[in-house]
């Protein structure tokens, strides 16, 4: 691993990573231009280009019997396993439910405050030599527990001509019933523009690699989006009394990601060494205490944060910037990947500065309502006409006063 000796020299290198975007604006610019004018021959070309799979527009959709068959390539002990982890994750959810709230005044006035679901949301699911099969329940159960009617998934075709079959398991388990053979940035734009297929949805969530995340971005104001997720990221906040194996177990782990990102922090020379010596993908940083590691920690804001230390509970107390924070040793952020509950997908890039995690509310309208009784107009309306006034409204305060 990397020795870094001070934030500044994190922050160089970390920029230098996330900074080759011209040219994927460009390709992935054309791509949704040529979906959005050619529709489903679009999605056809581009499926054989970048995927090698030749499809015909009725060969899009699949089919019940494919989603049928999957179930073969599973054991019944598979099965299990992700029942369980589907569990976790709804229980989880089912506890974000907001409940409606109203405010009842004396004179009349009523104000509340209305969930209600999205119609339509798309996930893409990645499907490269290993497929994100959690990513389906990590994304979908969210939505499913909001309310959300119509749920759409995309991923790209295998070489036989249909969807991993783990996927489509998975996907049947959740009842999710609409699948299309489509990946990459073409069907960010199939799911936001819509084709002759594929019905146009409100709101895309999902990873993907940088040409997907790169057309969510273009696509969003058109649609909603969840995050601009960029590279897997771990920080770990290592005290001198921290189990190496496990710092490296995580760091390990971290690398199975494509580009993934891991940093350790710690006020222990002895671990900063023994980290150097190891060919470790990522970086370390030595600081002077576990407060300037945590300060450290907030101003990178990453996707993960590990705290091993032996009161992790105190000092998760200092941390205002992680996208998601795995407390104590018996607690790597593998568990957050699978089974835990939250969903895995994260901020990053230092977007949990301001960004969260998948949430309920992702997938749910807040509508405000407003009802006034005549008693309650008359009340407040001297108070609207000064404030009315001060812009040159004149036309609003008329259309109260007529009222009056």
């Known amino acids: 691993m990397h020795l870094l000796r001070n934030l500044a020299n994190l922050e160089k290198t970390l920029e230098k990573k996330r900074n080759r975007k011209k040219r994927i604006e460009e390709k992935v610019a054309k791509i949704l231009k040529d979906v959005r004018e050619k529709g ?26 494919e989603i049928s068959a999957s179930f073969n390539e599973l ?35 009523v104000l509340k405050v209305s969930y209600i679901p999205l119609e339509r949301v798309g996930i ?54 609409e699948i299309y053979k489509v990946g990459g940035a073409q069907a960010i734009a199939a799911l936001a523009y819509g084709t002759k297929t594929i019905k146009k949805v409100d709101k895309i969530i999902g990873p993907g690699n940088e040409f997907v995340t790169e057309a969510k971005r273009q696509v969003f104001g058109q649609v909603d989006i969840d995050v601009l997720a960029g590279p897997s990221e771990i920080i770990i906040i290592a005290s001198r009394d921290a189990n190496l194996d496990y ?27 023994q980290l150097r010596k190891k060919r470790l993908h990522g970086f370390v940083v030595r600081v002077r205490s576990l407060e300037e590691a945590c300060s450290v920690a907030n101003k990178i804001a990453p996707e993960h944060l590990e705290i091993l230390t ?31 509950g939250p969903s895995h997908v994260l901020p990053t890039q230092s977007t949990a500065r301001f960004f ?49």
Do not use: C, W
């Open 75 to 109: 054991n019944s002990s598979i099965i299990s396993s992700l029942k369980l982890a589907i569990d976790n994750v709804t229980k989880f959810y089912k506890f974000q439910i907001p409940k409606s709230t109203k405010i009842k005044e004396a004179n009349g006035k």
């Open 124 to 177: 893409y699911v990645p499907a490269g030599q290993f497929p994100l099969v959690s990513t389906v329940y990590m994304t979908a159960i969210p939505a499913i527990v909001a309310g959300v009617k119509e749920i759409v998934l995309v991923s790209p075709p295998t070489k036989q001509k249909t969807i991993n079959p783990f996927i489509l398991a998975v996907a049947s388990l959740l009842k999710i019933k």
């Open 247 to 273: 710092i490296v177990a995580d760091l390990e782990a971290q690398t199975e990601h494509r580009q993934g990102l891991g940093i350790v922090i710690t006020n222990s020379k002895k671990i900063a060494n």
């Open 310 to 340: 032996k009161k992790p509970y105190k000092l998760v107390k200092k941390i205002k910037n992680a996208g998601a924070v795995f407390l104590g040793e018996n607690s790597p952020v593998a568990l957050g990947d699978y089974l835990a």
């Open 356 to 404: 969260s995690g998948l949430t309920l509310k992702d997938f749910l309208k807040e509508v405000h309502i407003v009802s006034y009784t005549k008693k309650a107009l008359t009340e407040e309306f001297p108070v609207l006409e000064k404030i009315a006034s001060l812009e040159g409204m004149v036309k609003h305060i008329e259309s109260v006063k007529k009222r009056l």
């Open 40 to 65: 489903d021959q679009a999605l056809i070309e581009y499926t054989k280009k970048f995927d090698k799979v030749k499809l015909s527009v009725k060969e899009l959709r699949v089919s019940e019997t």
